[in-house]
C-alpha cells in the first residue's frame, strides 16, 4: 500500500487537536466524479474548514489528511467520535470503469486491514456510511452504495474481503513522500526555494528568462520560468510544479562528477563519455544530458562550458 502522509495542517479540525479511541471504521465514497486521491489536500488544507476524513483512497495510494487517532469530521454523528474514517475516490465515470473499481476496491481492503491490525479492531466493525446512517450514528447519505451497486459489490463483502486479507500477515506499507504541488497564487517559504532553485537551473541550462527575484510569490515571471524549464526538459508545460517538474528540478544539471560546480572539469567527464573513456551511473547521465535529448554528446559538454565563462 502506497501511504502518504499529507497533513491538512492548516483546517480547523485538524488544529482542534481532538483523539479518539477507534472503535471501529467508516467507509466512504467522494460521489465527486474524477478527483483523485491527491487532489483533495489543496481544497481541504485551508482555516475555516471543520470538516475532515482520515485519508482519501484512489487505485494508486493512500492519501492520509489526520493522524488517525484525531477526531475526524466525516459524518454528522456520533461515530465522528468513535471511527476513523476514509473516503474511497471515485473515478470520472463510476458506473464504467470496473478495471479502476476494482484496483480501488483492493486499495481499500488494504487500508481497513492495515487499520484494523494497528488499532486491535476486527473487520466486523467496518461500517460504511449508509449502515452508520442506519445504526442512528452517521447523516443520511448513501455512499458508497451509489457507486459499489453498478458491480453488484455489498459492504459484507468488503468485510469478508478484509477479514480474508487479514489472515495473510500484515499490510506492506511504501511511504512516498508528500510535497504540495506549487502554481501561480501560492506564496511562502517554498515558492523563495523554488525560485532560487530555478535561479540555477537557468544558469547551469542557459534558460531563456531574467533571474527571479526570491520573494516567496508565486506570479507571472515565476510561472513564466517554470514554463521555459518544462520546455527546455521536454516536460507538460502548465506552469505549475508537480511531481514530475520537482523530480526534473532535483538533477544537478551538468555537475557530472558532484563537486556541487559544473565547469570545465564536468565538461570533460562529458567527452570522455561521449567517446566511451569513461562510464557515467544513471545519476552522472541525468546530469550530463543538458540539452535533454537523451544522449550524452560534445553539444553537453559544449553547453556546461558556456555557462561556466558566463559566470566568470
Ligand atoms: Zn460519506
Given at each position: 500500500m502506497n501511504l502518504m502522509q499529507c497533513y491538512i495542517t492548516k483546517s480547523d479540525c485538524y488544529k482542534a487537536g481532538r483523539t479518539i479511541v477507534p472503535k471501529g471504521i467508516m467507509l466512504h465514497s467522494?460521489?465527486?466524479?474524477?478527483?483523485?486521491?491527491?487532489?483533495w489536500y489543496k481544497s481541504w488544507n485551508r482555516t475555516g474548514l471543520d470538516v475532515a476524513v482520515h485519508a482519501f483512497a484512489d487505485d494508486k495510494i493512500v492519501c492520509q489528511h489526520?493522524?488517525?487517532?484525531h477526531r475526524a469530521w466525516h459524518c454528522a454523528g456520533q461515530a465522528n467520535n468513535t471511527h476513523i474514517a476514509f473516503e474511497l475516490c471515485e473515478p470520472a465515470h463510476p458506473a464504467k470503469d470496473d478495471a479502476y473499481f476494482a484496483a480501488c476496491y483492493a486499495n481499500g481492503v488494504e487500508l481497513a486491514a492495515y487499520l484494523c491490525v494497528r488499532f486491535g479492531l476486527?473487520?466486523?466493525q467496518i461500517i460504511s456510511h449508509a449502515e452508520g446512517h442506519a445504526l442512528g450514528l452517521a447523516s443520511n447519505h448513501v455512499d458508497p452504495n451509489h457507486w459499489w451497486k453498478y458491480f453488484h459489490v455489498t459492504m459484507d463483502d468488503f468485510r469478508t474481503d478484509v477479514a480474508a486479507r487479514l489472515k495473510q500477515g500484515p499490510v506492506k506499507v511504501v511511504n512516498v513522500p508528500f510535497a504540495a504541488d506549487l502554481r501561480y497564487g501560492d506564496a511562502g517559504d517554498a515558492v523563495r526555494a523554488l525560485q532560487l532553485r530555478l535561479n540555477e537551473l537557468r544558469a547551469r541550462l542557459g534558460l531563456a528568462f531574467a533571474p527571479l527575484a526570491a520573494d516567496g510569490q508565486f506570479g507571472a515571471k515565476t510561472e513564466q520560468a517554470v514554463r521555459a524549464f518544462q520546455t527546455a526538459r521536454h516536460l507538460l508545460c502548465d506552469g505549475v510544479v508537480g511531481a514530475q517538474t520537482r523530480a526534473a528540478m532535483t538533477v544537478a544539471y551538468g555537475d557530472v562528477n558532484g563537486d556541487g560546480k559544473a565547469d570545465a572539469t564536468d565538461a570533460l567527464a562529458i567527452l570522455q563519455a561521449a567517446v566511451g573513456k569513461r562510464k557515467l551511473n544513471a545519476a552522472a547521465t541525468r546530469a550530463a544530458d543538458?540539452?535533454?535529448?537523451?544522449k550524452v554528446d560534445a553539444r553537453d559538454a559544449q553547453s556546461v562550458l558556456r555557462q561556466a565563462v558566463k559566470k566568470q
Open positions: 467522494t460521489a465527486t466524479p474524477g478527483l483523485m486521491a491527491e487532489g489526520l493522524p488517525w487517532n476486527k473487520a466486523s543538458l540539452n535533454a535529448d537523451g
